[in-house]
């Protein structure tokens, strides 16, 4: 379920997005955790998923799928163990 986002995050989104398609990553970190979480949320919360899956994901809204899904397991939206990603909880993401 997505929670409900604030006006400045949707700009945020409207300013990174082209529909589904991801432009660019901001560069400003907080801008960056708008766009990612957004990101996060294509992911089921208690499913686990292979990095071909995570990439079919990815590549459906950028094609550098190794750089926002090492950005989405850097900045703690999703943990990655033995090649297995899980989606954390969107009360545990940052």
Do not use: C
């Amino acid at each position: 379920m997505e929670r409900a986002l604030e006006a400045w995050e949707e700009k945020v989104l409207q300013t990174f997005l082209d529909g589904d398609r991801l432009r660019r990553l901001p560069a400003k970190r907080k801008k960056r955790m708008v766009v990612l979480e957004w990101l996060a949320e294509r992911f089921e919360p208690a499913r686990s998923y292979t990095e071909s899956e995570v990439n079919a994901i990815l590549s459906r809204h950028h094609p550098d799928v190794a750089t926002i899904r090492r950005e989405l397991v850097w900045n703690e939206f999703m943990d990655r163990e033995r090649s297995i990603y899980r989606r954390h909880p969107p009360s545990e993401a940052r």
